[in-house]
């Protein structure tokens, strides 16, 4: 038997030999000499590479993220630091002011949304022609989130030909959910008419005391006037009618305004929740409504004891990242109420676009045109010196662009 095997790995030798020429691929036998091995290896690694390389050149697809998620992260990647802080800051156009007057700051500064405010009487068509403007200047390819708040009653901001007269949100809480959607419908077509494509509405907050005491929401009939399940629905019907007509919605003031009895907007004092917490009704509603798909959650500017002591919700890492993007799983833009108001007035303006990013926040919602670059410069100074924060720029930064290129203002 041994001979045999002999005369059998000479043979196998020779006929190697003699298909050396043809091909080092079919000789890898251990019978073979060292150098056909070699050269066997060598000639499979090169057919191997030429292999690998036509694949990658021809056989491999590239495999491109078309969901508005994966477009985001594209579009960011290619943005400067500049221009992924503009689409953090909501600069206001008042009624009567020119929307030149935004002109350098979109074009720019790359601030990427707006927010129209105060006493609109022009109508429908006066609105029109004031967004229309405003997003002239800003890239066909990345248009501006155009907001405003229009809740009905004591607040709504844009009135005139076109626009109904909105009835506030306790009356809407008379309503069936049905009837609320309807209108809602009708209410966010007449906003869609005049540019607007975020309705900073509604409010989900549940009043906890007597209503004449509390100043923010049920001493202005703000709220649905429900127990919290039932201002929940409502909110809900409201989110979906104006989703029916195209426009998007921000539930505010999270997690509540309530309990207090100072309206932030106006005071420092009175601002403190000493009852709310995370486990109770009122925050449980606004848990609930994300279930609607509203494009934004809006911070409130109050304290609450039991969640934060230390800080105001929009500033509030505990109750921004810890409970509402990791417990709760929230992971759209979460937008503040406006950074200008009176309760944050302690606050430097350069840090208050940088505290509401370093807690989890996005889109800082600006009231007083004066603050707009004072943020800006706040936002981009520490970006541009803390690696850190300049990642936490580029994630809000992409939330903003899902959110644009999931309403189809970025392509």
């Known amino acids: 038997m041994k001979r045999v095997h002999v005369h059998f790995a000479r043979f196998a030798v020779a006929l190697c030999a003699i298909a050396l020429p043809l091909s080092f691929a079919g000789c890898s ?33 590239n495999v491109v993220d078309d969901s508005p998620h994966g477009k985001a992260v594209a579009a960011v990647k290619a943005m400067s630091l500049v221009e992924r802080v503009g689409q953090l800051v909501m600069a206001p156009l008042y009624a009567g002011s020119d929307p030149s007057s935004l002109q350098d700051l979109i074009v720019n500064q790359h601030v990427g949304s707006v927010l129209v405010i105060g006493n609109w009487n022009s109508g429908t068509d006066g ?55 309807q209108s809602a419908a009708v209410w966010g077509s007449q906003l869609k008419s005049a540019g607007i494509n975020v309705d900073l509405a509604p409010v989900v907050g549940t009043v906890t ?14 709220d649905f006037g429900l127990d919290a399940a039932g201002n929940a629905d409502h909110a809900k019907a409201f989110i979906q009618g104006m989703a029916d007509s195209g426009v998007g919605s921000a539930i505010k003031h999270y997690p509540g305004l309530g309990s207090v009895t100072g309206n932030t907007d106006f005071t420092a004092n009175g601002i403190l929740d000493t009852t709310t917490t995370l486990d109770g009704a009122e925050i449980n509603a606004f848990n609930s409504v994300l279930e609607a798909n ?46 200008s108001a009176t309760a944050l007035s302690g606050v430097q303006p350069s840090d208050l676009g940088v505290r509401l990013v370093e807690a989890g926040g996005d889109l800082a919602c600006i009231g007083a045109f004066g603050h707009v670059q004072q943020v800006l410069d706040g936002l981009n100074t520490k970006a541009a010196s803390d690696p850190t924060f300049a990642s936490k720029v580029k994630q809000s930064a992409i939330r903003v662009m899902t959110l644009k290129y999931s309403m189809g203002l970025a392509y």
């Open 209 to 222: 005391v007597d209503r004449a005491t509390n100043d923010p929401v049920g001493a202005l009939d703000r």
């Open 29 to 61: 036998s251990n019978t073979g000499s060292s150098v056909g091995s070699s050269q066997s290896e060598q000639s499979n690694s090169q057919r191997s590479d030429t292999s690998h390389d036509s694949l990658d050149k021809f056989s491999v697809p």
């Open 127 to 181: 609105v029109a022609a004031a967004t229309s403007a405003l997003q002239s200047y800003a890239p066909d390819n990345n248009q501006l989130l155009m907001t405003t708040d229009q809740e009905g009653g004591l607040v709504q901001h844009l009135q005139g030909s076109g626009f109904d007269q909105i009835p506030s949100a306790t009356y809407q809480g008379t309503m069936s959910t049905d009837q609320l959607r």
């Open 294 to 339: 509203p494009s934004m959650v809006m911070m409130s500017l109050a304290t609450y004891q039991a969640i934060d002591p230390n800080n105001p919700a929009v500033f509030s890492s505990a109750l921004v990242t810890d409970y509402l993007r990791n417990t709760i799983g929230f992971q759209g833009v979460i937008t503040s109420d406006s950074l």
